[in-house]
């Protein structure tokens, strides 16, 4: 059992996206993959910058696009490198083809993805539809609120991801801009309690002429089944795997994360805001101010997406009496007409003896920040349906409605 | 002067002297199912035998990755990796990153793999040629591509391809009523825009396995000489070509003989025309007319004399009015070309 070791540990002043450059640092990546879109091109310049200095000991390599970035991401960890790349907007669905066949052949690679609104229109804000396409691919996903917990998330994903129970690929996501340029404080651990932590990666299968193998190769239909519960089965496993790592991460560094949600002033609270990312740094605030007025609201923050902690979020959204889901996410046509955590969650609470009324909130749309007032009108339908006992609808587009 | 480029060790991989002197290992094993007559699993196995034991082989989708690795029966001696339509360029150089990595943190044991990466004419010539082509100017990362090509879509039933020769019959492309050549574009000159594009790629060839000692000496050079390197082999292939199995060699020597396939390397900057191609530029042997290649192909049985003619005169053109016959479609004089005959 490793224990906390004095650490000679320091705080820097850094945003999001040099503190996934510091993480893939600190895990001491072997090959990096880079293609640029803003907003997380920050972390591969950051990353540029180490190699250049020495600081790190990794081939950087510049890729014609991001399919490219993720093929080349696909052979270096199949030849049993730790293999970082990342991408945001438009540029994590070029590489769309890539996800399904790295997790397919068990790959643990790491993506960090700064989200962007796809196109159209051309915009640079934060939406969560970019990683979220791609979330039923066999990738654990995960969304980090602020800097210090994207770092501490791109370390505990490379351990789960390349955990022999697991062996799967990780996205490690924060929202563009409110986290990946916003400049906060950030421990970093010693190097040596990294290493602790985070041994070198050694995939049990790589391409070695020594021991051949072949990976992805043509199946017959009937060879399928298995193949893909396999996969299926590795997602499930690695719920315990993220339980254990994450303990053991608490305490190492010291920093106790539940790994799958994020309560905050839900002791007593009726009606609360389920959601994921950054905005929940705002959500706290604008809780703090509506408690001080006896509103009995909370936050339920999601930190991992898949797998799905669904028997988690039964247990706790049920609790309460009302379920605001803000998106930051388009999922058209989707059964509220609105985002995607909307399904995931009444999908969770099905099962509930007791359900609350769920809501869908549109809202921070193209990267918009969700202002306090915002969360003070959602707050104030959700005391509406409480009162009412039913919802007024499922989805409500916030800033276009009374 | 310093040097910027750091070029790891590659295996020895002298010329294979004669057929008779060839090792009897062979790395491309019994487990496929590809159609009789297919050259281009010929080309997969003189391929595998060139490079020997301490390859890496990746393999993006099409006949060659379809028809040879079947889950449980696999036919790769060495290890063998698929990648995706697009991305032989892009995996052969994440993998050759990783050994070239791991070797120098010591992770691994550090010794020369050759890493070879291959595609057909669709997944190379036309979805991932912008992955082998930033492939080829990584020069610091060991990697042969090898572009099959056997002018079609094959696996997917017979699509035309960039690489496609002109007015080919193909599923995309079956004369009709109202047009007899459905496919009226000319095909892609893979080999010359590599060798042109890509100044820091020490080798560039093409070949054609009914030449099986110079195609498997094309790739040890490939191999051995270091950093990207690209090779283009032209493969009769009897189902999109539609001809008799047991003509697919002779099939392969038409296509040089004819000077449709002109045979030759690009080795540090420097281009030589080889084989049968430097023959015929040397004037010891005669081209044979196209016509003789064409017709024996179903695929250009619903060609006129006109179309043929046409046919030859493109042939013609690259042979005489090209600055380097064959290669690079440089004119030496400036003038309008005919409009192809209808
Ligand atoms: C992204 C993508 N698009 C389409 C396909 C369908 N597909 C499978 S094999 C193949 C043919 C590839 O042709 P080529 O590269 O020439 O190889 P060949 O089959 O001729 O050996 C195609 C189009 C695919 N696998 N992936
Ligand atoms: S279709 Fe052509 S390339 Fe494919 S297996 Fe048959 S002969 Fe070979
Ligand atoms: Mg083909």
Redesign the interface.
Known sequence: MPTATAAKKKTVRINGCVASAQAAKYADV??I?AYPIRPYTATMMALAQMVANGEL???Y?V???E???L???????????R?FTGSSGVGVQFAY??YS?ISG?RMPVQMMIADRTLDPPGDFGSEHTDALSTRDMGWLMGWACDAQEAFDNHLIAYRIGEDKRVLLPQMVCQDGFFVSHITTDVELPDSGQVREFLP?YKHPYP???R??????????PE?GPPLQLERARAMEDSMAVIEEVHKEFGEIFGRHYDPWLEEYKTDDAEVVFFLQGGHGVTARFAIQHMREKGLKVGMVRLRTIRPYPTDRVCEVLSKFKVVGVIETNMALGSPASGGALYADACAALYEAPERPLVISFMAGMGGEAIVLKEFYWMTEKMIQAQKRGKIEKRTHWVGFEE | MATYIQIDPTQKLEPFKSVKKLPLEEYFTSGHRTCQGCESALVMKMMAKAAGPRSIILGSTGCMYVANTTYYSTSWVVPWMHTQLGSSGSAALGTSAALKVLMRKGKIKNEPINVIAFCGDGGGADMGVGAISATLTHAEYNSLILMYDNESYANTDIQLSGSTPWGANTTFSSPGKMKRIMHRRWKKNMAGMMAAGHPECKYVATICMSYGLHGMNSIRKALAIGGPTFIHSLDPCPKGWDYDPYLSHEMGELAVNSGVWPLYEVENGVLRLTGRTEQIAAGKIRRVPVRDYLLKQGRFAHFTNDDIDYFQSKVDDMWEKWLIPGVIPFRKDVEADPPPAN
């Open positions: 072997d090959v993959a000991d990794a081939e390599i890729a014609d696009s399919h490219s970035q093929s080349i991401a696909h052979g270096a960890s199949s030849s049993g490198a293999v083809e890539l066949p052949s070198p391409l070695d002429p021991h051949p193998v072949s990976h992805g190769p043509q199946i017959m060879q």
